[in-house]
């Protein structure tokens, strides 16, 4: 089945130890996205990309990059995790002319 | 500013009941609206959407939502609610691109509890 593959759903890292989150798709879809969501909240949009053009939200602290290799992955890389990045890391994809983002069921990370 | 509201936290109800959540937005236009379930732990799964037409529209697992332009609101029923419904529900709304992203705005979501 065509779907957003995230991995791992669940990773533990450590204070200022860089770590980095993968998501892949078999949609075809141009657009990927990447949510951070933390307990009792919404989805918050950190970045997304259009194809290959790179789209970072205006809040989105530097200490996260993203990285898109070609179409399928896409990675969430958090340079010096802190306390405060402990949340579930959502992936989602859209097709260029569509409207409906289709989500991988995230990953959790937890920060020692 | 745009914004979605979801003015209900928590919702609790027995197994059988009917369910209402409710959605509100604030928009000059008319958006597209979403509604979509997370379980605990798991990443979002769409139940149903709202592009135009029938403003009546269903979605998976029993669900049906009626956007009403006059009251800017996109309410999510189900007639009689399973265990398996207990989850968290956000509703969403996608304003009309402006630079060709569609950009969702989620309100802050209603955590079903269910009662047996």
């Known amino acids: 089945d065509a779907m957003v593959i995230q991995n791992p759903r669940y990773q533990v890292t450590q204070f200022g130890k860089p770590v980095t989150l993968s998501c892949s798709q078999t949609?075809?879809?141009?657009?990927m996205y990447w949510y951070q969501q933390k307990s009792s909240q919404a989805p918050k949009l950190l970045f997304h990309?259009?194809?290959?053009?790179?789209?970072n939200e205006a809040d989105t602290p530097d200490n996260f990059q993203s990285r898109r290799p070609n179409t399928s992955f896409c990675f969430l890389d958090i340079r010096s995790p802190g306390l405060g990045d402990a949340a579930m890391y959502l992936c989602a994809t859209r097709r260029g002319m569509g409207e409906t983002q289709y989500f991988g069921p995230g990953t959790r990370l937890l920060v020692l | 500013a745009q914004s979605v509201t979801q003015p209900d936290i928590h919702i609790t109800v027995s197994e059988g009941a009917s369910l209402e959540l409710r959605c509100n937005y604030s928009?000059?236009?008319?958006?597209?609206l979403f509604w979509y379930v997370q379980s605990p732990g798991q990443g979002l799964q769409l139940l149903l959407k709202?592009?135009?037409?029938?403003?009546l529209v269903q979605g998976i697992k029993g669900f049906e939502a009626e956007f009403k332009r006059s009251q800017s609101s996109f309410n999510l029923r189900k007639p009689s609610v399973h265990w398996s419904d207990a989850a968290e529900y956000f509703c969403?709304?996608?304003?009309?691109?402006?630079?060709?992203?569609?950009?969702?705005?989620f309100g802050t979501g209603t955590r079903l509890k269910v009662l047996a």
């Open positions: 990309y259009y194809d290959k053009d790179f789209n």
């Open positions: 928009y000059g236009a008319t958006p597209y």
């Open positions: 969403a709304v996608v304003l009309l691109p402006t630079s060709g992203t569609y950009k969702y705005i």
């Open positions: 709202y592009f135009s037409g029938d403003t």
């Open positions: 949609l075809n879809h141009n657009v």
